[in-house]
């Protein structure tokens, strides 16, 4: 089984771009890689679904059993998606177990809020969406305690985030 890079962070912190740099790098070392972004699973197979807390947790559970399937074909599976819960998080590190690596995107909130590439942090804020991550009360990000990769989007550009992220791998005989 292939391992799952669990990208978690805020919407804007960089994931998916982080994410998709880093397929490109892995497919040109030879490897077999799937890319699930969170937005585009929540959009197509998981449109069902809210952003209650509720739905949140339903999400990332089928997201656990949907990247667990597609590890049995991939070396590496990159999952970027919000993750606001650490329960959430451990649970699919339990179900994962040794193939489960969790990357932490760090970017602030404030600095998210800058960023707001898809306009969603203006329409929250302006009481146009409801139940935002990071902003709504009931919804809080919850960063990871222990990630094995912590990536400070702030601190370090696309390459610099993509290179250490290489480097844990090739560290641990993932690549």
Known sequence: MGKVLWFTGLSGSGKTTIAEKLKAELEQLGKKVELLDGDVVRNTLHKNLGFT??????NNRLLTLLAREKA???????????????????KART????????????????????????????KSLAGEIKNFIGIAEENPY????NP?????????????GVLKILQHLRSNGDI
């Open 142 to 145: 919850q960063p990871p305690l």
């Open 95 to 122: 179900f994962l177990g040794k193939d489960f690596v969790e990357v932490f995107i760090d970017a602030s909130l404030d600095e998210c809020i800058k960023r707001d590439v898809k306009g969603h942090y203006k």
């Open 148 to 160: 094995e990769i912590k990536i400070e989007t702030t601190k370090m550009d696309l390459t610099e």
């Open 72 to 90: 049995l074909k991939a070396d590496l599976v990159l999952l970027p998606i919000i993750s606001p819960f650490r329960e959430d998080r451990e």
């Open 53 to 58: 807390p509720k739905d949140i947790h339903e």
